[in-house]
């Protein structure tokens, strides 16, 4: 994998298509974000356990009302994601200067 020349000012690219780039970048966001939640709940969980607030192993299950609250957040960002993919490749097509997306 190699970087290749690109415009002035633009975002470096490793890969023939850009899309690629963006999808990578992307992945290694979400995979950041992850690990920092995962350790965050870990953390907290463990705190809560160990003042015997929480019983990690007896969580209730949602329910319907939070259920819904939640599949309507994860629609909304699920379409960031995908927003912000399409925007980053509009944003760099021809018209704007940028190479082909």
Do not use: N
């Not at 950041?32 to 995962?38: C, G, I, M, Q």
């Not at 007896?58 to 995908?82: N, T």
Request: aromatic share 4%; with cysteine; proline share 6%.
């Amino acid at each position: 994998m190699t970087v290749k020349p690109d415009v002035a000012g633009a975002e470096p690219h490793y890969f023939e298509h850009p899309g690629i780039d963006r999808a990578l970048g992307l992945c290694l966001a979400l995979g950041a974000e992850v690990w920092v939640l995962r350790d965050r709940v870990r953390r907290l969980e463990t705190a809560l356990s160990t003042a015997g607030i929480l019983d990690v192993d007896a969580a209730p299950d949602p329910s319907e009302a939070e259920r819904l609250v939640s599949a309507a957040e994860r629609k909304a960002f699920v379409g960031s994601l995908l927003a912000e993919i399409a925007g980053r490749q509009a944003s760099r097509g021809p018209d704007a200067g940028g190479r082909d997306g």
